[in-house]
């Protein structure tokens, strides 16, 4: 078991950057991929980016270009790089983990970005 902690969001401007931080309780070497994922009011939750244990990334079209995800193994915690922001980006973000077959995830930190 793998517990996940957010930390890093909160209310930016438009155009503005966060980093978004995932704190994981024990070594994060051994996942098959570290993800971020959001949700915005009465929608459903969706994939945002991905790394892997091999350091390969992949992102939603429409922050490609203006978010990065990241990973320090030696802390256990993994980021997601967001620069210039827009309103529909506001919702909660998550960071998740799969191990085989196990999800794991956090409980989510609140971005709102106000035009």
């Known amino acids: 078991q793998v517990q996940l902690m957010e930390s890093g969001g909160g209310l930016i401007e438009a155009g503005g950057s966060l980093r978004l931080s995932c704190a994981a309780s024990r070594s994060i070497a051994s996942l098959d991929t570290m993800n971020w994922y959001r949700q915005a009011p009465g929608k459903e939750r969706e994939w945002v980016a991905t790394i892997t244990s091999r350091d390969i990334t992949n992102y939603k079209d429409s922050v490609k270009g203006r978010f990065t995800i990241s990973k320090e193994n030696a802390k256990n915690m993994w980021y997601l790089q967001m620069n210039s922001l827009k309103p529909e980006d506001t919702a909660t973000y998550y960071c998740?983990?799969?191990?085989?077959?196990?999800?794991?995830w956090g409980q989510g930190t609140q971005v709102t970005v106000s035009s």
């Open positions: 998740n983990a799969f191990n085989g077959a196990y999800a794991h």
